[in-house]
């Protein structure tokens, strides 16, 4: 089954605007760990912003904030004040507690383009 | 934060060759993973990287197509053997340490079979 489901295939943004990318989740488990990942067209994956299931807060990173909202299971993932650099692929990803070893499933990936 | 370093960074192979990519870290690290992106595709977990032992392979893939050697925490290498068009993909090397947090990537080896 999908543990990571992120609906959107493509997104246009306009330079300088936000932008929200979804991201739901499936787990039985309590403890678990939430990660945004941005692959340029250069191809290396670059850590973007983390939120574990205990915090509290919603994590912000810089430009990059996260909606945590754990009762529905998602995440999005919201830039703001868009920049051309921002034009990337853009996975979330999830470790759950069970998984001792550190595995990320990933989901399918949000391409995000910026138009100036 | 850790640093990973992946040889080659692309290559065009010919059908039925193998070719072997290296991964170098700039620090001793727990855990090594090794990831495969088909072409628009998200990323699919190859297998776990063990140091001194046989690799774990996730379902799907298996040691004689793409065996993987670790001989330190520092090191690891993937082979895609007997290579067809399908294996045409990027090849990521993964690492990581409890309490680091987050994985870190290096910057993908990015194969063409033809």
């Known amino acids: 089954a999908q543990k990571i489901t992120q609906t959107q295939p493509g997104m246009f943004v306009q330079e300088k605007e936000a932008v929200t990318l979804d991201c739901t989740y499936d787990t039985s488990d309590q403890s678990y760990g939430l990660f945004w990942y941005k692959q340029p067209s250069s191809g290396e994956m670059i850590f973007l912003i983390y939120?574990?299931?205990?915090?509290?807060q919603n994590a912000t990173e810089g430009r990059y904030s996260l909606n945590f909202q754990k009762a529905r299971k998602s995440t999005n993932l919201v830039i703001s004040a868009s920049q051309l650099g921002d034009s990337a692929m853009y996975f979330c990803a999830m470790r759950e507690a069970g998984s001792n070893d550190y595995k990320l499933s990933f989901g399918a990936g949000t391409t995000v383009t910026v138009r100036a | 934060s850790a640093v990973i370093s992946q040889k080659p960074s692309r290559d065009i192979c010919q059908r039925g060759t193998s070719l072997t990519i290296q991964c170098q870290v700039d620090s001793q690290v727990t855990m090594m993973f090794w990831y495969r992106q088909q072409p628009g595709q998200s990323l699919t977990l190859i297998a776990t990287a063990n140091q001194g032992s046989e690799a774990t392979y996730e379902s799907g893939f298996v040691i004689d197509k793409f065996p993987i050697s670790r001989p330190n925490l520092t090191f690891s290498t993937l082979t895609v053997s007997n290579m067809s068009p399908e294996d045409s993909s990027i090849y990521l090397c993964s690492a990581t340490s409890p309490g680091a947090g987050e994985l870190f990537f290096g910057e993908g080896s990015r194969l063409t079979v033809l």
């Open positions: 939120q574990g299931s205990y915090d509290e």
